[in-house]
């Protein structure tokens, strides 16, 4: 009665078993693998009477012996393969296990197989979207990097590395705080920028400007946007990264020669109006034909003149200098 309990357990069982004697012959087997094997040979597998490589397709009867060796030998060994023919195309999880009697005795292995053909197809399509995903960033003007939730690296695009100056493979043994200034993750409060705290769970920055700094040191000026994922029940970021450095040294220059200009019209607006004001106050007392002058009087405005001319050439020179 035992027996038939066990093998209406086995029979139902979603996964192929066979028990396989040290010769490969068959001892036992339940109905799903009954089935399968129908699929890919187009018979009946029998007790006793079977070699067992016989039903193994021929792409995969060194897989079959190899795994089977080692399990002989006491070793439990599972592998994950594609078992198609013209007719099949299945993912199965194999399993093979030694089995002993009551004394301890081995009697053969056990082969199990699992079909895992949607969970496979699934894995592969993921695995191809990330390959997708690499190409489609690393062909990105802008630095894309993907942190763990305590901002370790685990992706770098090919910008990111040329932003920070570093080889491939070299951020990912990195925190995003090693690359941006102010910028840490700490236990109890999260995501910390200089004395402000975020909460983790939510996308934290939109174009906020950073100071980063590269391999060598050298400062770079960034922008900094971010969001979130799950992956696995984990959650992620992805950092967008902006270098601005050389907008910002243009925007530095502009701002330069806008103050000079400032200073150049307060100076034309004031300094220059002074000895200007006096050179054409002399000349008017010398056109005025009402102002009775002595030589005296005259070898003094011609002083005053020539000096007023002198101050008006130093102030043009000095702002010729500034606008330089």
């Not at 029998?46 to 060796?69: C, G």
Request: charged share 30%; with cysteine; net charge negative.
């Amino acid at each position: 009665m035992l027996d038939s309990y066990i093998k209406a357990i086995l029979d139902n069982s979603p996964e192929s078993i066979v028990l396989i004697g040290k010769n490969h012959e068959v001892l036992a087997y339940n109905k799903t693998i009954s089935k399968v094997l129908k699929q890919y040979h187009g018979r009946e597998v029998k007790v006793n009477d079977l070699y067992y490589p016989d039903f193994v397709i021929e792409a995969n009867k060194k897989l079959y012996l190899d795994t089977f060796n080692r399990a002989i030998r006491g070793e439990s060994v599972t592998v994950e393969d594609l078992t198609e023919n013209e007719n099949v195309s299945i993912w199965f999880e194999y399993r093979m296990t030694p089995v002993y009697d009551a004394q301890d005795i081995l009697l053969g292995v056990t082969l199990s197989a699992k079909d895992i053909t949607t969970r496979k197809k699934y894995e592969i399509s993921l695995k191809e979207s990330e390959i997708r995903f690499r190409k489609i960033s690393n062909l990105a003007p802008i630095g894309i990097l993907i942190t763990d939730e305590k901002l370790g690296i685990t992706y770098a695009n090919n910008s990111a590395r040329t932003i920070f100056d570093y080889e491939a493979g070299e951020l990912t043994s990195l925190s995003l705080s090693d690359l941006i200034n102010g910028l840490s993750f700490n236990e109890n409060s999260g995501i910390n920028t200089d004395s402000v705290s975020f909460e983790t769970e939510k996308p934290v920055f939109y174009q906020e400007h950073f100071e980063g700094r590269s391999k060598n040191g050298r400062k770079v000026d960034i922008l900094l946007s971010s969001s979130t994922f799950h992956s696995k029940e984990k959650l992620f970021y992805i950092f967008i990264i902006q270098d601005v450095t050389d907008a910002m040294m243009k925007e530095n220059k502009i701002s330069q020669q806008n103050d000079k200009l400032r200073d150049i019209a307060w100076s034309q607006a004031h300094i220059i109006r002074a000895p200007l004001a006096n050179i054409m106050g002399i000349i008017s007392l010398f056109e005025d034909k009402n102002v009775d002058m002595d030589q005296l009087e005259r070898d003094t405005m011609n002083r005053a003149l020539i000096q007023s001319a002198k101050d008006l050439d130093k102030v043009i020179c000095e702002i010729i200098k500034k606008a330089e």
